[in-house]
């Protein structure tokens, strides 16, 4: 059986006048209907390989790989045509935070019918009545009234909810989730996580879950891979943190707070320059 | 950590009812601005006319007439009274229209500016629309193509639009258009032929004609206010054009512009219905305002094409010291640019919901 995901040698580029930055150093996996976490610290490149996935890499970057093909088909040779006909139907990505991914002009319906509409041939009235009904999978109540509010009156667990159901709405195989908790009240990341967790289990999707915190990337995927300055160092089994053998991971690791005992002064991560080689 | 799905509920804004409260309060808010600019606005031309060095006695009587005429006009002029008492007569007269006669003219102020104002109107509102209609589209096209060649025609067509000074740019299209090539008719409104064809019911005269069912009337005054409209039109597209390349640039740097592409919508879609959407916002401003420098600073256009608008009615008073002209003309297109800014406010939260 074909993955649903095959990544092999993926470099992102980016050709600036002061000299060519490269984002993705050659990285390599592949993703089956699992979850698979990516860690890794700001400017690592792990939001960069899952735009890259989309097609998405902002202007004058650049993407080469061996490999990157979707469920078979190969993204590099597709046509920017087929590859927008996939993104928001087959293949999706909910992003940091809803006060800025969401249109601030438009209503969360009219944003959540035009996700659905360009892909489906179907009436308006059917439309709409996907679009609560997807909303109620994401448990807003009174969907009708929520969707005539705009962005900016909605709380930040209500928006990125609003962004799960306008970005699930078209029943995608492939969710990539960039940060998807990070900008929100740590009292709602539980619940927007249980609600990403239940959609993702429920339709079998594969599901990239891209986040710098470890802990919880370790609690809610199956496989973790640790990237740092582009490259990936590590890739471990969620369950198995503690076998961490690259000194990236194990600094990591060894820099989450504790509970229990006090840790005086706050270990902090002494990096090598061999580990970005 | 669960969230309590009635206490969410609860939260929620109530829409309707409070963006109609927000929009009411804002026409009141609207009306009280306008009261206050527009007092000041009387304020500032009173002022003026007391202190310019024109003696308006002396403008009426003319210089040989003898003492007692000057003291008997002097006080039918209401001069000799204390000066507040002056500012009042002056606010009453301002607010029901009367400011004068117009020495020039000899017409009610009032009734000048009525056959004057609406040319001006006309000149403007095409010059605005021909402005809007290209400059967005080619500020979008220079914004979506930023750096090609594209964009770099778009920009020295701009730069020309602002540093050749319309005069010369006027005379150029005349003697191109009109002279040489005779495919426009050439200064003023009308041919002396179709003078006084239309009635004046609006004043706008490609108005009047259409509603009479006077077309020839209307194609030539088409003819005659086609190139001056062009020129006007070419300088708000010019500001235009660059505000739209700016105003859209910045939008398409926003992150809902990318959830927009993950949706697999088409390029033209996340351009034209969601970045520019954003982008129509602050760029009704712009044109907006645009249209009022238009409305009070055509003096020049007016004047190369001896177009008869409310810019070389002012000049022309100014020239002879006709301060009733004068004043009542600023008054007026003060009037006009007050209000325009202020529809421009209105409109803005009509557009942008988070202004509600």
């Known amino acids: 059986m074909t993955p649903l995901l095959e990544v092999e040698d993926l470099h992102v580029r980016f050709p600036l006048t002061e ?3 490269e984002a993705v150093r050659g990285i390599s996996f592949t993703l089956g209907r699992e979850r698979l976490g990516i860690v890794g610290e700001s400017g690592s490149g792990k939001s960069q390989t899952g735009r890259a996935i989309l097609g998405l890499t902002a202007r004058p970057g650049e993407v080469t790989a061996k490999r990157l093909a979707f469920d078979g088909i190969d993204l590099m040779a597709a046509p920017e045509r087929l590859r927008r006909s996939l993104r928001g139907s087959r ?114 999707m594969g599901l990239i879950l891209i986040s710098h915190d470890l802990e919880m990337v370790a609690s809610f995927c199956d496989r973790v891979l640790v990237m740092y300055a582009g490259k990936i160092v590590e890739e471990l089994a969620s369950g198995a943190l503690d076998q961490a053998r690259h000194p990236y991971t194990r600094g990591l690791i060894g820099c989450l707070p504790k509970l229990a005992g006090d840790s005086h002064p706050l270990p902090v991560l002494t990096r090598d320059p061999a580990w970005a080689r | 950590m669960s969230l309590d799905p009635g206490l969410t509920v609860e939260a929620l804004p109530e829409r309707r009812g409070r963006a109609a409260l927000g929009f009411a309060g804002g026409v009141a808010g609207f009306l009280l601005t306008l009261a206050i600019t527009l007092f000041g606005l009387v304020v500032v031309t009173f002022v003026i006319g007391r202190v310019v060095p024109i003696d308006p006695v002396l403008a009426v009587v003319g210089d040989r007439a003898s003492a007692a005429t000057y003291q008997r006009v002097r006080a039918e002029m209401g001069l000799d009274l204390p000066l507040i008492e002056q500012f009042r007569v002056y606010l009453v007269k301002a607010v029901t229209g009367d400011f004068g006669r ?89 041919d002396i032929a179709y003078d006084y064809l239309v009635t004046p019911v609006t004043g706008l005269l490609l108005v009047d004609s259409l509603m009479q069912g006077q077309l020839d009337v209307f194609w030539n005054a088409i003819s005659h206010i086609v190139l001056p409209a062009a020129l006007l039109g070419y300088f708000s597209l010019a500001y235009i054009s660059r505000m739209t390349r700016a105003l859209l640039l910045n939008e398409l740097a926003q992150e809902y512009v990318v959830t927009a592409r993950i949706k697999g919508l088409s390029e033209a879609r996340v351009i034209w219905r969601h970045a520019l959407r954003n982008a129509a916002v602050p760029l009704l401003t712009v044109v907006v305002l645009s249209y009022a420098t238009l409305l009070e600073g055509s003096v020049l256009t007016e004047t190369v094409f001896s177009w008869p608008g409310i810019g070389s009615y002012i000049t022309s008073s100014l020239q002879n010291a006709d301060m009733n002209a004068v004043l009542g003309g600023t008054l007026v297109v003060g009037a006009a640019f007050v209000t325009l800014n202020l529809v421009s406010d209105l409109l803005y939260r009509l557009l942008d919901p988070r202004t509600r």
Not at chain 1, 113 to 121: C, F, G, L, Q
């Open chain 1, 91 to 204: 293949m999706t990505m909910v992003m940091q935070d809803p006060r800025y991914s969401l249109n601030p002009v438009m209503t969360v319906g009219q944003q959540i019918i035009e996700s659905y509409r360009a892909h489906k041939r179907v009436s308006g009235r059917d439309a709409r009545r996907a679009a609560l009904a997807m909303l109620d999978e994401v448990r807003i109540t009174a969907p009708d009234r929520v969707m005539a509010l705009y962005p900016h009156e909605l709380s930040g667990g209500m928006g990125q909810r609003v962004m799960i159901a306008m970005m699930l709405i078209t029943g995608p195989e492939l969710l990539i989730a960039d940060e998807p908790t990070s900008a929100l009240d740590v009292t709602v990341r539980g619940e927007v996580l249980r609600i990403l967790d239940q959609l993702v289990a429920e339709r079998g």
């Open chain 1, 19 to 21: 000299g060519t930055i």
């Open chain 2, 102 to 190: 117009s020495v020039l003219t000899t017409n009610p102020v009032i009734e000048d500016i009525r056959t004057y104002f609406p040319a001006t109107i006309e000149l403007a509102t095409l010059g605005t629309l021909i402005g809007t209609l290209i400059g967005v589209p080619l500020g979008v096209f220079a914004a979506v193509r930023s750096g090609s060649v594209l964009d770099q025609i778009v920009r020295i067509v701009g730069l020309v639009g602002y540093s050749v000074p319309i005069f010369w740019l006027g005379l150029m299209a005349l003697l191109l258009f009109y002279a040489k090539l005779d495919w426009v008719a050439g200064p003023g409104r009308l």
